[in-house]
């Protein structure tokens, strides 16, 4: 049923176009651009000579085909757009992948949420200690099997298609980071607990952590990284993998440089270094976050919730890439004057 959306994506699929357009990104990250703020873009629009059907998230969770219509279909997008998006796509399943090796029981969304899932928190130390009982688990179950799996049929379409295959990336799940994961397992009451009982905190983050690295191993035999560089949400970056500290603005300075920067240095160190993404408040660990060797961008949301020029001094500053930064504040920071070094990146 999706031969003829891939044929359509192929065809139209321009190799001079997007090959430009991955030299813009690769001078961006390599530092070799020299504009004020980076806003990169293929040009002409191309137009989809077929119909791309809308797919629903929960119509993806049991079916490859689906699945790879959706995220196919978001490469079509992106040619009809002519902007900047590097074409890309992913085994999408929501942040409980890596939770669902555990046994966690999984919480899927209703169908007018068109929204991905999650899993249910165990909130029980008790469970916890069980976990940690059982140690690694196998990895080839749950909703690491569909992703797997689902790895394995984007590299068979690559084979397949050309084009496809040179310029659409495949880049790795949502793994989240050490932390995230802790509290997607744990839940809420992680936050008193963490005070309480740190050492199984500890415990449990080298546990998933150990599990981090093991499924991305697994998951780079199957989709091989390359040149030092990598695509994530059609963004360039030098590094791997793309860490989520999304717990972290929940925990003090101090918290971060213990309970999640070695942790989340480990992976960066295996990978051969990357980007973090955090949603919420991080000026107040931003600062030793910067400092972490391999780190080579940040992806933030919600500026509003920042004093933004901690966060320049932490990145832009230090070469570090912010990638993208919201147009309006990177618009804000040059009129008042603040220069970015050629470090961010906006739509």
Same mark, same amino acid.
């Given at each position: 049923?999706?031969?003829?959306?891939?044929?359509?994506?192929?065809?139209?699929?321009?190799?001079?176009?997007?090959?430009?357009?991955?030299? !813009?990104?690769?001078?961006?990250?390599?530092?070799?651009?020299?504009?004020?703020?980076?806003?990169?873009?293929?040009?002409?629009?191309?137009?989809?000579?077929?119909?791309?059907?809308?797919?629903?998230?929960?119509?993806?969770?049991?079916?490859?085909?689906?699945?790879?219509?959706?995220?196919?279909?978001?490469?079509? !997008?992106?040619?009809?757009?002519?902007?900047?998006?590097?074409?890309?796509?992913?085994?999408?399943?929501?942040?409980?992948?890596?939770?669902?090796?555990?046994?966690?029981?999984?919480?899927?969304?209703?169908?007018?949420?068109?929204?991905?899932?999650?899993?249910?928190?165990?909130?029980?130390?008790?469970?916890?200690?069980?976990?940690?009982?059982?140690?690694?688990?196998?990895? &080839?179950?749950?909703?690491?099997?569909?992703?797997?799996?689902?790895?394995?049929?984007?590299?068979?379409?690559? /084979?397949?298609?050309?084009?496809?295959?040179?310029?659409?990336?495949?880049?790795?799940?949502?793994?989240?980071?050490?932390?995230?994961?802790?509290?997607?397992?744990?839940?809420?009451?992680?936050?008193?607990?963490?005070?309480?009982?740190?050492? /199984?905190?500890?415990?449990?983050?080298?546990?998933?952590?150990?599990?981090?690295?093991?499924?991305?191993?697994?998951?780079?035999?199957?989709?091989?990284?390359?040149?030092?560089?990598?695509?994530?949400?059609?963004?360039?970056?030098?590094?791997?993998?793309?860490?989520?500290?999304?717990?972290?603005?929940?925990?003090?300075?101090?918290?971060?440089?213990?309970?999640?920067?070695?942790?989340?240095?480990?992976?960066?160190?295996?990978?051969?270094?990357?980007?973090?993404?955090?949603?919420?408040?991080?000026?107040?660990?931003?600062?030793?976050?910067?400092?972490?060797?391999?780190?080579?961008?940040?992806?933030?949301?919600?500026?509003?919730?920042?004093?933004?020029?901690?966060?320049?001094?932490?990145?832009?500053?230090?070469?570090?890439?912010?990638?993208?930064?919201?147009?309006?504040?990177?618009?804000?920071?040059?009129?008042?004057?603040?220069?970015?070094?050629?470090?961010? &990146?906006?739509?």
């Amino acid at each position: 049923m999706i031969e003829k959306y891939l044929e359509d994506l192929e065809r139209r699929i321009d190799p001079s176009a997007e090959a430009d357009l991955y030299r !813009q990104w690769a001078n961006f990250v390599q530092g070799t651009f020299d504009g004020e703020v980076f806003s990169p873009t293929r040009g002409e629009a191309i137009e989809p000579r077929v119909e791309w059907p809308q797919v629903r998230v929960n119509e993806t969770l049991n079916d490859f085909d689906k699945m790879a219509l959706q995220q196919f279909g978001m490469c079509s !997008q992106a040619l009809d757009a002519g902007g900047g998006a590097l074409l890309c796509v992913r085994a999408n399943y929501g942040t409980g992948i890596l939770p669902s090796l555990f046994g966690v029981e999984m919480f899927i969304m209703d169908e007018q949420a068109d929204t991905l899932p999650t899993n249910k928190p165990l909130n029980d130390p008790d469970a916890i200690k069980a976990l940690l009982d059982r140690g690694v688990p196998e990895l &080839h179950q749950s909703l690491c099997a569909k992703v797997l799996d689902m790895g394995e049929r984007f590299v068979d379409i690559a /084979r397949r298609y050309p084009a496809i295959g040179r310029h659409v990336h495949i880049y790795h799940p949502d793994l989240q980071g050490p932390m995230d994961v802790v509290e997607l397992l744990w839940g809420s009451r992680l936050f008193l607990d963490i005070v309480d009982m740190p050492d /199984r905190v500890h415990a449990l983050l080298e546990l998933v952590t150990e599990t981090y690295i093991r499924f991305m191993q697994a998951w780079q035999r199957i989709v091989p990284p390359s040149n030092g560089q990598s695509v994530h949400w059609s963004m360039l970056q030098r590094g791997h993998v793309m860490l989520r500290d999304d717990s972290a603005m929940n925990l003090s300075p101090q918290m971060f440089d213990e309970f999640i920067r070695p942790y989340d240095q480990r992976i960066l160190d295996a990978f051969g270094g990357g980007a973090i993404h955090f949603c919420g408040r991080g000026d107040h660990y931003i600062e030793s976050m910067s400092h972490m060797p391999g780190l080579t961008a940040i992806a933030m949301s919600q500026p509003e919730y920042n004093d933004m020029e901690i966060i320049f001094r932490n990145t832009v500053d230090k070469g570090i890439k912010l990638l993208g930064l919201s147009r309006q504040t990177a618009a804000e920071a040059l009129a008042a004057g603040r220069p970015l070094h050629s470090n961010a &990146h906006s739509w």
